[in-house]
Protein backbone atom coordinates (compact mmCIF):
# COMPACT_ATOMS: atom_id res chain seq x y z
CA UNK A 1 0.00 0.00 0.00
CA UNK A 2 1.17 3.91 -0.62
CA UNK A 3 3.35 4.71 2.62
CA UNK A 4 4.31 8.63 2.91
CA UNK A 5 7.01 9.03 5.78
CA UNK A 6 8.06 12.67 7.33
CA UNK A 7 9.92 12.83 10.37
CA UNK A 8 8.10 11.97 12.94
CA UNK A 9 10.15 13.77 15.61
CA UNK A 10 10.10 17.74 16.06
CA UNK A 11 12.48 19.86 14.20
CA UNK A 12 13.89 22.43 16.28
CA UNK A 13 16.55 24.78 15.59
CA UNK A 14 17.36 27.97 15.70
CA UNK A 15 16.11 31.85 14.16
CA UNK A 16 18.17 32.28 11.09
CA UNK A 17 18.93 29.21 10.24
CA UNK A 18 17.67 26.89 7.15
CA UNK A 19 15.02 23.74 8.46
CA UNK A 20 15.25 20.93 5.83
CA UNK A 21 12.34 18.47 6.05
CA UNK A 22 11.74 15.28 4.34
CA UNK A 23 9.19 13.66 2.94
CA UNK A 24 9.70 9.97 1.55
CA UNK A 25 7.16 7.59 -0.17
CA UNK A 26 6.91 4.26 -1.48
CA UNK A 27 4.95 1.88 -3.70
CA UNK A 28 3.44 5.06 -4.94
CA UNK A 29 4.22 7.27 -8.48
CA UNK A 30 3.05 10.63 -7.82
CA UNK A 31 2.51 12.99 -11.12
CA UNK A 32 2.31 15.83 -8.34
CA UNK A 33 3.99 16.72 -4.60
CA UNK A 34 2.45 19.00 -2.52
CA UNK A 35 3.29 20.61 0.70
CA UNK A 36 1.09 22.35 3.05
CA UNK A 37 1.55 24.29 6.85
CA UNK A 38 -0.72 23.34 9.62
CA UNK A 39 -1.18 25.36 12.64
CA UNK A 40 -2.74 24.03 15.89
CA UNK A 41 -6.78 23.61 15.26
CA UNK A 42 -6.56 25.20 11.59
CA UNK A 43 -6.85 23.67 7.95
CA UNK A 44 -3.11 23.21 6.28
CA UNK A 45 -2.88 26.20 3.90
CA UNK A 46 -1.39 25.35 0.59
CA UNK A 47 2.49 26.99 0.55
CA UNK A 48 4.15 24.45 -2.82
CA UNK A 49 3.10 22.22 -5.49
CA UNK A 50 6.05 20.18 -7.95
CA UNK A 51 5.34 17.87 -10.66
CA UNK A 52 6.42 14.85 -11.24
CA UNK A 53 9.05 16.32 -14.04
CA UNK A 54 10.53 18.87 -12.05
CA UNK A 55 13.61 19.07 -9.83
CA UNK A 56 13.51 21.95 -7.52
CA UNK A 57 10.67 25.16 -6.96
CA UNK A 58 11.31 28.35 -5.22
CA UNK A 59 8.74 30.98 -3.92
CA UNK A 60 10.11 33.21 -1.25
CA UNK A 61 12.16 31.65 1.57
CA UNK A 62 10.65 28.42 0.58
CA UNK A 63 12.07 26.03 -1.56
CA UNK A 64 11.16 22.02 -2.47
CA UNK A 65 13.21 19.26 -4.58
CA UNK A 66 11.58 16.18 -5.99
CA UNK A 67 13.43 13.29 -6.47
CA UNK A 68 11.55 10.67 -8.06
CA UNK A 69 14.50 8.24 -8.27
CA UNK A 70 15.08 8.21 -4.74
CA UNK A 71 11.03 8.82 -3.82
CA UNK A 72 11.85 11.76 -1.65
CA UNK A 73 11.32 15.53 -0.98
CA UNK A 74 12.92 17.84 0.61
CA UNK A 75 11.46 21.30 1.86
CA UNK A 76 13.43 23.96 3.12
CA UNK A 77 12.94 27.18 4.55
CA UNK A 78 15.62 29.33 4.61
CA UNK A 79 16.54 32.93 7.86
CA UNK A 80 13.96 31.10 9.67
CA UNK A 81 11.47 32.97 11.97
CA UNK A 82 9.28 31.78 14.95
CA UNK A 83 6.29 32.58 12.80
CA UNK A 84 7.37 29.80 11.38
CA UNK A 85 6.91 27.26 13.62
CA UNK A 86 4.04 24.83 12.40
CA UNK A 87 3.54 21.37 10.92
CA UNK A 88 4.37 20.83 7.80
CA UNK A 89 2.78 18.13 5.32
CA UNK A 90 3.60 16.54 2.62
CA UNK A 91 1.03 15.43 0.12
CA UNK A 92 0.94 13.27 -3.03
CA UNK A 93 -1.69 13.30 -5.84
CA UNK A 94 -1.50 11.46 -9.64
CA UNK A 95 -3.07 14.52 -11.05
CA UNK A 96 -3.78 17.86 -10.55
CA UNK A 97 -6.83 17.97 -9.29
CA UNK A 98 -7.54 14.19 -7.95
CA UNK A 99 -7.61 12.46 -4.04
CA UNK A 100 -5.06 13.97 -2.31
CA UNK A 101 -2.48 11.50 0.29
CA UNK A 102 -1.02 13.03 2.95
CA UNK A 103 1.80 12.35 5.19
CA UNK A 104 1.43 12.69 9.29
CA UNK A 105 3.55 16.01 9.52
CA UNK A 106 6.72 17.21 10.93
CA UNK A 107 6.33 20.06 13.70
CA UNK A 108 8.66 22.73 13.27
CA UNK A 109 9.70 24.66 16.18
CA UNK A 110 12.27 27.89 15.63
CA UNK A 111 13.09 29.53 18.57
CA UNK A 112 14.34 33.30 18.85
CA UNK B 1 -7.01 33.57 -3.72
CA UNK B 2 -9.84 31.09 -3.21
CA UNK B 3 -11.22 30.90 0.40
CA UNK B 4 -13.22 28.01 1.83
CA UNK B 5 -15.30 28.94 4.97
CA UNK B 6 -15.96 26.52 6.94
CA UNK B 7 -18.82 26.48 10.44
CA UNK B 8 -19.12 25.63 12.77
CA UNK B 9 -14.90 25.66 13.73
CA UNK B 10 -16.50 24.01 17.27
CA UNK B 11 -19.31 21.98 18.33
CA UNK B 12 -20.04 19.68 21.25
CA UNK B 13 -22.94 17.66 20.57
CA UNK B 14 -24.83 14.73 22.80
CA UNK B 15 -24.24 11.03 21.69
CA UNK B 16 -27.02 10.24 19.75
CA UNK B 17 -27.12 13.56 18.32
CA UNK B 18 -26.57 14.37 14.88
CA UNK B 19 -24.29 17.47 13.92
CA UNK B 20 -24.51 19.34 10.75
CA UNK B 21 -21.05 20.75 9.04
CA UNK B 22 -20.82 23.73 6.12
CA UNK B 23 -18.32 24.06 4.09
CA UNK B 24 -18.89 27.21 1.08
CA UNK B 25 -16.64 28.12 -1.31
CA UNK B 26 -16.66 32.40 -1.51
CA UNK B 27 -15.09 33.43 -4.77
CA UNK B 28 -14.65 30.72 -6.97
CA UNK B 29 -16.82 27.51 -7.53
CA UNK B 30 -16.05 24.59 -6.08
CA UNK B 31 -17.16 21.63 -8.28
CA UNK B 32 -15.37 19.13 -5.62
CA UNK B 33 -15.44 19.32 -2.33
CA UNK B 34 -13.19 17.05 -0.45
CA UNK B 35 -13.96 15.62 3.29
CA UNK B 36 -10.77 14.66 5.51
CA UNK B 37 -11.16 13.83 9.42
CA UNK B 38 -7.58 14.27 11.26
CA UNK B 39 -7.20 12.70 14.54
CA UNK B 40 -4.22 14.08 17.29
CA UNK B 41 -1.16 13.42 15.73
CA UNK B 42 -2.52 11.58 12.82
CA UNK B 43 -2.68 12.83 8.55
CA UNK B 44 -5.78 14.20 7.39
CA UNK B 45 -7.66 11.47 5.75
CA UNK B 46 -9.85 11.53 3.24
CA UNK B 47 -13.75 10.50 3.83
CA UNK B 48 -15.01 11.21 0.94
CA UNK B 49 -15.19 13.16 -2.48
CA UNK B 50 -18.76 14.69 -3.54
CA UNK B 51 -19.03 16.33 -6.69
CA UNK B 52 -21.80 19.13 -7.29
CA UNK B 53 -25.50 17.64 -8.26
CA UNK B 54 -23.97 13.89 -7.66
CA UNK B 55 -23.78 10.94 -4.93
CA UNK B 56 -20.38 11.31 -3.14
CA UNK B 57 -17.51 8.75 -3.71
CA UNK B 58 -17.40 7.68 -0.01
CA UNK B 59 -13.70 5.67 1.37
CA UNK B 60 -13.28 2.56 2.01
CA UNK B 61 -14.63 1.99 5.94
CA UNK B 62 -16.45 5.05 6.04
CA UNK B 63 -19.93 4.13 6.63
CA UNK B 64 -21.93 6.17 4.39
CA UNK B 65 -24.83 6.16 5.80
CA UNK B 66 -23.52 7.85 8.68
CA UNK B 67 -21.61 10.51 7.36
CA UNK B 68 -24.24 11.89 5.41
CA UNK B 69 -22.43 14.71 2.32
CA UNK B 70 -24.34 16.84 -0.03
CA UNK B 71 -23.27 19.37 -2.42
CA UNK B 72 -26.26 21.01 -3.93
CA UNK B 73 -24.50 23.94 -5.55
CA UNK B 74 -21.43 25.01 -6.67
CA UNK B 75 -20.51 27.03 -3.42
CA UNK B 76 -22.01 24.95 -0.49
CA UNK B 77 -21.19 21.32 0.55
CA UNK B 78 -22.36 20.09 3.83
CA UNK B 79 -20.84 16.62 5.92
CA UNK B 80 -23.82 15.66 8.51
CA UNK B 81 -22.83 13.43 11.24
CA UNK B 82 -25.80 11.31 12.01
CA UNK B 83 -26.23 9.61 15.52
CA UNK B 84 -22.61 10.63 16.80
CA UNK B 85 -20.63 8.69 18.75
CA UNK B 86 -17.44 9.21 21.18
CA UNK B 87 -15.94 7.55 18.49
CA UNK B 88 -16.59 10.19 16.00
CA UNK B 89 -15.09 12.97 18.05
CA UNK B 90 -11.87 14.94 15.98
CA UNK B 91 -11.11 17.32 13.40
CA UNK B 92 -12.90 17.58 10.41
CA UNK B 93 -11.62 19.55 7.54
CA UNK B 94 -13.33 20.36 3.98
CA UNK B 95 -11.17 21.31 0.79
CA UNK B 96 -12.42 23.04 -2.24
CA UNK B 97 -10.98 22.11 -5.63
CA UNK B 98 -12.28 23.40 -9.04
CA UNK B 99 -11.24 22.40 -12.54
CA UNK B 100 -8.41 25.04 -12.94
CA UNK B 101 -6.80 24.85 -9.84
CA UNK B 102 -4.96 21.79 -10.66
CA UNK B 103 -1.29 24.35 -10.72
CA UNK B 104 -2.06 25.82 -7.37
CA UNK B 105 -2.86 23.26 -4.98
CA UNK B 106 -6.39 22.82 -3.09
CA UNK B 107 -8.28 25.33 -0.50
CA UNK B 108 -9.32 24.06 3.26
CA UNK B 109 -11.64 24.91 5.19
CA UNK B 110 -10.62 25.71 9.08
CA UNK B 111 -11.63 22.85 10.38
CA UNK B 112 -14.21 21.59 12.95
CA UNK B 113 -13.75 20.21 16.43
CA UNK B 114 -16.29 17.78 16.77
CA UNK B 115 -16.77 16.24 20.56
CA UNK B 116 -19.43 13.87 21.14
CA UNK B 117 -20.20 13.52 25.03
Redesign the interface.
Known amino acids: SQK?EQNSEALNIQEGKTATLTCNYTNYSPA?L?W?RQDP?????????IRENEKEKRKERLKVTFDTTLKQSLFHITASQPADSATY?CALSN???S???????TMLLVSP | GAVVSQHPSRVICKSGTSVKIECRSLDFQATTMFWYRQFPKQSLMLMATSNEGSKATYEQGVEKDKFLINHASLTLSTLTVTSAHPEDSSFYICSGSVADRGNYGYTFGSGTRLTVV
Open positions: IYQYGRGPVFLLLLSGYTLTFGKG
